[in-house]
Nanobody, 116 residues
Framework: QVQLVESGGGLVQPGGSLRLSCAAS????????MGWYRQTPGEQRELVAQITRLGNTNYADSVKGRFTITRANTDNTVYLQMNSLKPEDTAVYYC??????????WGQGTQVTVSS
């Protein structure tokens, strides 16, 4: 099994920055991709950003130019640098680990609140 530990959420003013971290541990044999999703009450969980094992990235249109996803291969950690935050970025952010084989694993979620 894979365990994910997320950190870095919190309260920030509009225009501010936060950095989320997600560390994967456990039975990691091969990573296909890791990513960040977010969800607000009553809405479906949506992709924010994803990075593949080859380093290819893709972003939701709403965060392009403001968010950056990176990965530290040495310790299976993925980061989401969030700049120029807006109130509409407020959500619970979830890390997702996608293996080459088997089912994906989700983190427990971390709250990000953008408010003055």
């Amino acid at each position: 099994q894979v365990q994910l530990v997320e950190s870095g959420g919190g309260l920030v003013q509009p225009g501010g920055s936060l950095r989320l971290s997600c560390a994967a541990s456990g039975s990691i044999r091969s990573i296909a991709a890791m990513g960040w999703y977010r969800q607000t009450p009553g809405e479906q969980r949506e992709l924010v950003a994803q990075i593949t094992r080859l380093g290819n990235t893709n972003y939701a249109d709403s965060v392009k130019g403001r968010f950056t996803i990176t990965r530290a291969n040495t310790d299976n950690t993925v980061y989401l640098q969030m700049n120029s935050l807006k109130p509409e970025d407020t959500a619970v952010y979830y890390c997702k680990f996608v293996p080459m084989w088997g089912s994906a694993t989700w983190g427990q979620g971390t709250q990000v609140t953008v408010s003055s």
